[in-house]
């Protein structure tokens, strides 16, 4: 009598299962020396059942060595003088060997091996792992072996382990987990303006069931090393276009990550001055000031300009914009442009301040003259002394006659009066103030001087002229042709230059004594 194994009818799979439940196939052969017609139960359990002369079957779960023995009866009916015996050896079972994932749990999508330990590995033993359908490892005698092709869902790993007598361990069956990984998308501002800020959102769709906490990292592809923020929607401020990677990771024990990427262009800011073409104009005067914006020469294209006063009211577009005012009143005005770039933000530039100055008009001058009038004479000229009272540090004063022609300057002048013929002579002054560079000129101030006609030679009624020197009177009444308008004064005369002032009436009586010849005269 012989034993076997016989397991050549079964799958790996159903082997497996065999072995996982104790159950173990064998086959007893008998190998007769003559011709048998039968065989009978001589001593031990009845296992096996014929199935064909001399080969007996059991399918059943053995615990110990059996014995077996069979009698035998000859075609000739002579039975054996001894039944035959075999002895069905039953070793020791393997333990069930443990499985050890150094990633229990893997992120889908994973392609790194999983490392597998078997830890409970006995020297000797043999050991195989499938996942139900494919065979991972078969008679396998490491304590440790990979996983090479890593699932994509969730998988049962079957192990057992063979004895060199060919006894298998009970199956172990261990799960390895996969984790769905997330799914991130980032919103936010793709182009900006230069020096503005940009919030990015990180937009995350999880797999089912996935309620760890994620953990953001931010970097920029030119330096992706350097974590640059930890928050869900972070603000950045680029100066120059700037590709963001955001890493959103589970933080469970497979802490599974996606990763994506996002372009922000920085877009420039125009780049402007502005100037007036007068920086100073005097008070009252009626003209126009044009405010030019000039772009950089670096600048980018501009599309529009827009102009503000210094109250920040809108007063204008374009590139220049004229102001005029038929009486500028003093003071400094204050205005700014911005430019708005022909780009897809408009982005605008930073304000460009522009100032022009209306410098106050002088202090009108005030003038003092000496004489106010002269007498018409026929010498040519009088000179009348003409001075400003409210002198101003800083001022040139300059004076003209009614023909515009200049007398000279200073805060005080003589002037040179026409005297030949009576009536108003017209003068003016104007002061010009050389505190600034526009040279402001005052209003006028005239100044007349009047050339008054000389009046008519007085007549004197004639009357007798001649005296004895003895006689007892000789007072003579001298008369003038009186006109009420005037005043007169005669005077005695005595060398032109020492003549003695004798009356201011209309008539004049000479002394009664004259001790010589006296002459009189009237003004």
Avoid at 205 to 214: D, E
Avoid at 443 to 462: G, H, R, S
Avoid at 494 to 513: E, I, L, M, Q, Y
Wanted: hydrophobic letters at 35%.
């Amino acid at each position: 009598i012989s034993f076997s194994k016989n397991n050549s009818d079964y799958t790996l799979r159903e082997i497996l299962r065999l072995v996982g439940s104790g159950v173990h196939h064998s086959t007893m052969t008998m190998t007769p020396e003559e011709p048998v017609a039968s065989y009978t139960l001589a001593s031990g359990p009845a296992d096996f059942s014929m199935v064909s002369p001399g080969v007996y079957e059991a399918t059943k779960i053995w615990s110990a060595n059996t014995d077996y023995c069979y009698n035998a009866v000859a075609v000739n009916g002579c039975p054996t003088l001894a039944p035959a015996c075999g002895t069905l050896e039953v070793s020791a079972k393997p333990e069930t060997p443990v499985l050890s994932f150094d990633r229990p749990t893997v992120c889908n999508g994973d392609a790194d091996p999983v490392n597998v330990t078997i830890t409970n590995f006995k020297s000797g033993l043999k050991y195989t792992v499938t996942d139900g359908v494919n065979i991972i490892v078969e008679d396998h005698e490491s304590n440790t072996f990979q996983i090479t092709s890593v699932p994509t869902v969730e998988t049962t790993y079957h192990v057992i382990s063979k004895s060199g007598s060919d006894c298998q361990s009970d199956e172990g069956t261990y799960t390895l987990h996969i984790a769905e990984l997330p799914s991130v998308t980032i919103t936010g501002d793709n182009a900006i303006c230069e020096g503005s800020n940009v919030t990015l959102t990180a937009n995350v769709t999880r797999g089912a069931g996935s309620t760890s906490t994620l953990a953001y990292e931010w970097a920029v592809s030119s330096d992706p090393s350097v974590v640059i923020s930890t928050d869900a929607a972070p603000t950045f401020n680029p100066t120059a276009d700037t590709e963001y990677i955001v890493t959103v990771s589970e933080t469970d024990a497979a802490t599974c990550s996606a990763s994506t990427t996002y372009t922000v262009n920085v877009q420039k800011l125009p780049v402007i001055t502005a100037n007036a073409d007068k920086a100073e104009i005097c008070e009252g005067t009626n003209t126009t000031v044009t405010l030019t914006a000039v772009p950089d020469v670096s600048s980018v294209a501009i599309a529009s300009y827009e102009w503000f006063d210094a109250s920040n009211a809108s007063v204008g577009t374009g590139e220049s914009l004229p102001l005029t005012e038929s009486s500028w009143v003093a003071g400094t005005y204050n205005y700014t442009v911005k430019a708005t770039s022909a780009e897809s933000n408009s982005c605008e530039s930073a304000p460009a301040a522009v100032s022009f100055t209306v410098n106050p008009q002088p202090v009108k001058p005030i003038v003092s003259l000496d004489k106010v009038t002269i007498c018409q004479l026929a010498s040519g000229t009088q000179a009348v002394v003409a001075t400003v009272t409210n002198v101003q540090t800083g001022y040139i004063y300059t004076w003209y006659n009614s023909a515009d022609v200049e007398q000279g300057s200073g805060a005080s002048i003589t002037l040179n009066v026409d005297d030949t013929a009576a009536g108003v002579q017209h003068y003016y002054v104007v002061a010009t103030d050389k505190n600034f560079s526009t040279d402001c000129v005052s209003e006028k101030t005239d100044v007349d001087v009047e050339v008054i006609a000389l009046p008519a030679a007085p007549v004197v009624a004639p009357v007798a002229t001649e005296y004895c020197l003895n006689d007892a009177s000789h007072a003579t009444v001298l008369t003038l042709d009186e006109n009420p308008s005037l005043s007169y004064e005669w005077f005695k005369y005595v060398d032109g230059v020492n003549d003695v002032s004798v009356s201011t009436a209309s008539t004049f009586t000479t002394p009664d004594h004259l001790d010589a010849t006296t002459s009189y005269y009237v003004v």
